[in-house]
């Protein structure tokens, strides 16, 4: 078992940058490939960005790519994604994952653990 906690969201402006953080639990941390979803209202979760166990592979949703930027810090059992130039459309719940398989992950079928979800609200 894995609990994952995510921080850092809240309330910007349009344009403006936020950094949000995942905690996890245990000590087998960079063996897990790591991911961030969002689910918007009346929507289905959806891909954000992953990251392999090592770091040395990351892959993003188009609509974020150049935007956001995910990476990891294994010392410290967390995960970041670093959110810049926001949008509207970025607004959503925010969730952490973890994957014990050993290539790409970009489903959320291929998640094991879940966090309880942050939200990130971007406004006009």
């Known amino acids: 078992q894995v609990q994952l906690v995510e921080s850092g969201g809240g309330l910007v402006q349009a344009g403006e940058s936020l950094r949000l953080s995942c905690a996890a639990s245990?000590?087998?941390?960079?063996?897990?490939?790591m991911g961030w979803f969002r689910q918007a209202p009346g929507k289905e979760r959806e891909f954000v960005a992953a990251?392999?166990?090592?770091?040395?592979?990351?892959y993003y949703a188009d609509s974020v790519k150049g935007r956001f930027i995910i990476s990891r810090d294994n010392a410290k059992n967390t995960v970041y994604l670093q959110m810049n130039s926001l949008k509207p459309e970025d607004t959503a719940v925010y969730y952490c994952?973890?994957?014990?398989?050993?290539?790409?992950?970009?489903?959320?079928?291929?998640?094991?653990?879940w966090g309880q979800g942050i939200q990130v609200t971007v406004s006009s």
């Open positions: 994952a973890a994957s014990k398989l050993p290539t790409a992950t970009l489903t959320v079928y291929d998640y094991d653990y």
């Open positions: 990251i392999s166990g090592s770091g040395g592979a990351t």
């Open positions: 245990g000590r087998t941390f960079n063996y897990y490939r």
